[in-house]
C-alpha cells in the first residue's frame, strides 16, 4: 500500500474489524495464511485504527464488562464498542491540551479498571504510554518514569489497591519530566467525595469531559513504526527494563492472535491478568477487542481477590464467557474451587501461558472441569505472544503450539556459558528458542540493555529452552537461567518438578539449585501442598526421586513451604527460592561448626538473607564471648567456598 492509498484510506473512515481468514489446526494452516503478503493482509496501521473499526462494526455491543465484586448477583457497569470509542477520543485529547505529543510518555498506576483501557489506548493515540506495576519501590518508579520522560501520571485515587494515591504523591516531585497527575477516582465514588486537589493534579473525568468524543484533536496520522508503550520486564525485584513496542508490533499481535485463536464476535472473555502487563494488555485485551468480544474485568485486585476466585465457576455460569485464561498458579488454585454444580458448558477454549504447565496441573485440570488446557508463549520483547495452541489442537503439557504467521523460529544449541550458539539443531533436540517477526519489540530504551537481547545477527535471544515436534509445534521445558548446572552437569529443573507434581498433595512446587562447594549446585526442591493434605518431606523426596531417572537430578531435598513466592502475574519467583536455599545451607553448615565447637544454643549466630545475592551471619560477640573469633574464622572458611556471597560479622 503506497503512502496516498494510506492516507486515502484514513480519510474514508474506519476499516473492518478483525476476522480468523481460516480455522488454524495445522502448520500448513499458517502456511496458507502466509500465502497472501504480509502487507496485503494486515493494513491497519497503529492501535487506534482498531478501536476505530470496532466501534463502526460493532457499535452497542458491549465491549467491557466491569465486576464490582466477586459476587455474581451484584451488577457490573458495561460500556458498549461506541461507547469506548468515544472515551478513547476524549482522553487522547485531553492528553494533547496538556502537551503529550508523540515522543511524550503517559505513566500509568492504576489497578483493574474500565480507565485503564482509556490511559492505555487514548495514551497511545496521543504519545507513548508506560504502565507500571504498583509493587514496585518507589525508587524503581522513579527510575521506571524519568527513564521513560514520563509528561503525565494517571493514577488510582485511592490506596486501597497497593497504596496507589499516596505513592503517586510521593512521585509526582521526583520525576524531572512530570507536569501534571491525573486522578482516576473509585467506581462508584460519589461526586465531590475527593478532597481539593493539590497543584499540577487534576480530575480524569473532568478535564476529559470537555474533550471531542468523535475524533482526534491532533490530527495525528500515527505511524507503524511509531512507538505506542513502554513495558517494563524485571519483575518486582531486580533491575527493570524498558521495553519500546511499535505500533505496528501491538497490531500484528491483534491481527496474528485473531487468527490463530480464532477469536470472532461471539467470543466473551475473562481477563484477570494485570493491565500493566502484556499478557493483559495485548493477546487478552487488545486481540479480544479487535474481533469484538466481551472483555470482562472481574474486580479492581483481579483474580488477587479472593472472592473472585471462590466464586469464579459461579461468575462463569452468569456471564458465559467462550475462553478461560489464567497463568498455571492461577489454574492450580482453580482446581481447588469445586463447581458446585455451576453451569460452565460456554467455556470452549481454555488456555495458559507465562510458565510451563506441569502434566499433573494439566490432567488434574482436564479430570475435574473437563478443559484440555492450550498453552501458548509470549514476551514482552515480542509484543506479547509468540505461539498458540489453538482451539480444537490438543497438545501434551509443555506444547506451546505453533508460531504465528510471518514469524521464523530457530533452535539453537547452548554455548558454554548457556547462551544461544549459532548452531541450529534438528527437530527434537532442546536448545534455545530464537525468534524474528513482525511484532519484535524495538528494543530498549537503554541500549546497553539490547546487548544480551539479540544475537550477533539479530534474532532474539528469548532464554527459553525447547524443542520442535514432527508437527512443528514448539514444546518448551524451562528457562537457560533456571537450569541447575551440577558438576557441569545441565539439569533441567522440569523433570524435578513433573516427577514431584505428580503427587497428589503437591499444590505447587518448583526446583533450583542449592549452592555447593564441591558441585557448584545440587538441585533441591521447594514445594506447597493441596489445601487439607498432608505429606512429609521425606515421604516426597522418595517419591520424586523415584521418578527422576538420572542420578545427578535426582533431588537432595524437598522443603515445604506455606506460600509459594509469586511475581505479580502469578509467575513462581525463582530468585527469591533460590535465596532460600542458599540461606538454608548456610544455616546447616553454621549449626554443625557450632555442633563441634559446643556452642550454647543461646549464642548461636543468626542467618538471614538480604535481598537475592547475599547470606549474612551475625555473631553475638557477647553471647558467644570467647568462642567468637574462632567461630567467626570457622565460618567464615567454611562458606568460603560456596558459590554464593556471604558474609560473617561480629557484632
Known amino acids: 500500500m503506497t503512502g496516498n492509498d494510506k492516507k486515502q484510506k484514513k480519510k474514508e473512515g474506519a476499516g473492518a474489524p478483525f476476522r480468523p481468514l481460516l480455522p488454524v489446526r495445522s502448520l500448513a494452516d499458517i502456511r496458507k495464511l502466509e500465502e497472501t503478503p504480509l502487507a496485503q493482509a494486515l493494513t491497519v496501521r497503529n492501535t487506534y485504527e482498531i478501536f476505530r473499526n470496532a466501534g463502526a462494526a460493532f457499535g452497542g455491543k458491549t465491549a467491557l464488562t466491569f465486576l464490582r465484586t466477586g459476587n455474581p448477583a451484584d451488577e457490573p457497569i458495561r460500556w458498549s464498542y461506541a461507547e469506548l470509542l468515544a472515551r478513547i477520543h476524549r482522553t487522547a485529547n485531553m492528553l494533547h491540551a496538556l502537551g503529550v505529543g508523540p515522543q511524550d510518555a503517559v505513566a500509568v498506576l492504576l489497578p483493574g479498571c474500565l480507565e485503564y483501557h482509556l490511559a492505555l489506548w487514548g495514551g497511545e493515540a496521543a504519545g507513548i504510554v508506560q504502565p507500571l506495576n504498583p509493587l514496585l519501590t518507589d525508587e524503581k518508579l522513579v527510575a521506571l518514569m524519568t527513564a521513560g520522560r514520563a509528561k503525565v501520571l494517571i493514577a488510582y485515587g485511592s490506596d486501597s489497591e497497593s497504596g496507589m494515591w499516596s505513592k503517586a504523591m510521593r512521585l509526582r516531585g521526583q520525576v524531572p519530566t512530570l507536569t501534571t497527575v491525573l486522578r482516576v477516582a473509585p467506581h462508584d465514588e460519589a461526586p465531590g467525595a475527593a478532597s481539593a486537589l493539590p497543584e499540577g493534579v487534576a480530575d480524569f473525568d473532568a478535564l476529559r469531559a470537555v474533550q471531542p468524543a468523535d475524533r482526534l484533536v491532533s490530527g495525528r496520522d500515527i505511524a507503524p513504526t511509531d512507538i505506542a508503550a513502554y513495558f517494563h520486564t524485571g519483575g518486582t525485584t531486580g533491575a527493570p527494563k524498558l521495553a519500546r513496542h511499535s505500533h505496528g508490533a501491538q497490531v500484528f499481535t491483534a491481527w496474528a492472535s485473531v487468527q490463530v485463536a480464532g477469536m470472532n464476535e461471539q467470543g466473551i472473555s475473562i481477563n484477570g491478568y494485570p493491565l500493566f502487563h ?374
Open 278 to 651: 502484556v499478557a493483559g494488555v495485548l493477546p487478552a485485551s487488545l486481540a479480544s477487542l479487535s474481533a469484538g468480544m466481551e472483555v470482562i474485568i472481574p474486580t479492581t485486585s483481579l483474580l488477587r481477590n479472593k472472592e473472585v476466585l471462590a466464586n469464579y465457576w459461579k461468575l462463569v455460569e452468569k456471564y458465559r464467557p467462550t475462553s478461560l485464561s489464567a497463568v498455571p498458579t492461577v489454574l492450580a488454585a482453580l482446581a481447588n474451587v469445586p463447581l458446585a454444580g455451576a453451569d460452565i458448558s460456554s467455556i470452549g477454549y481454555c488456555r495458559t501461558g507465562a510458565a510451563v504447565l506441569s502434566p499433573e496441573l494439566a490432567a488434574r485440570f482436564e479430570r475435574l472441569f473437563g478443559l484440555h488446557v492450550h498453552e501458548s508463549l509470549g514476551m514482552t520483547e515480542m509484543a506479547g505472544i509468540s505461539t498458540i495452541t489453538p482451539p480444537g489442537v490438543d497438545g501434551p503439557a509443555g506444547c506451546v503450539g505453533f508460531p504465528l504467521p510471518y514469524m521464523q523460529m530457530r533452535i539453537v544449541a547452548l554455548d558454554e556459558h548457556g547462551n544461544a550458539s549459532d548452531r541450529d539443531l534438528p527437530p527434537g533436540e532442546q536448545g534455545m528458542v530464537l525468534f524474528k517477526s513482525p511484532n519484535l519489540f524495538s528494543g530498549f530504551v537503554d541500549p546497553a540493555d539490547n546487548a544480551k537481547a539479540f544475537t550477533a545477527d539479530g534474532w532474539l535471544a528469548t532464554g527459553d529452552l525447547g524443542w520442535i515436534d514432527g508437527d512443528g509445534r514448539l514444546n518448551l521445558s524451562g528457562r537457560s537461567k533456571d537450569l541447575i548446572i551440577r558438576s557441569g552437569h545441565n539439569i533441567d529443573p522440569k523433570v524435578i518438578e513433573d516427577a514431584l507434581g505428580a503427587h497428589p498433595a503437591v499444590q505447587l512446587c518448583a526446583a533450583v539449585g542449592a549452592p555447593d562447594a564441591y558441585a557448584g549446585e545440587l538441585p533441591v526442591v521447594f514445594a506447597t501442598l493441596v489445601p487439607g493434605a498432608s505429606a512429609t518431606e521425606d515421604e516426597l523426596l522418595a517419591f520424586a526421586a523415584a521418578r527422576v531417572d538420572e542420578a545427578p537430578a535426582k533431588p537432595r531435598s524437598v522443603i515445604v513451604i506455606g506460600n509459594m513466592p509469586m511475581t505479580n502475574v502469578g509467575k513462581i519467583y525463582k530468585p527469591e527460592l533460590r535465596a532460600m536455599a542458599a540461606s538454608r545451607v548456610v544455616a546447616t553448615t553454621v549449626a554443625q561448626i557450632c555442633d563441634e565447637l559446643g556452642v550454647a544454643e543461646a549464642a548461636r549466630p543468626r542467618v538471614h538473607g538480604e535481598g537475592e545475592s547475599l547470606v549474612q551471619v551475625r555473631i553475638d560477640a557477647g553471647a558467644a564471648g570467647a568462642l567468637a573469633a574462632s567461630l567467626r574464622e570457622r565460618v567464615r572458611t567454611a562458606l568460603e567456598p560456596l558459590p554464593f556471597k556471604t558474609r560473617v560479622l561480629v557484632e
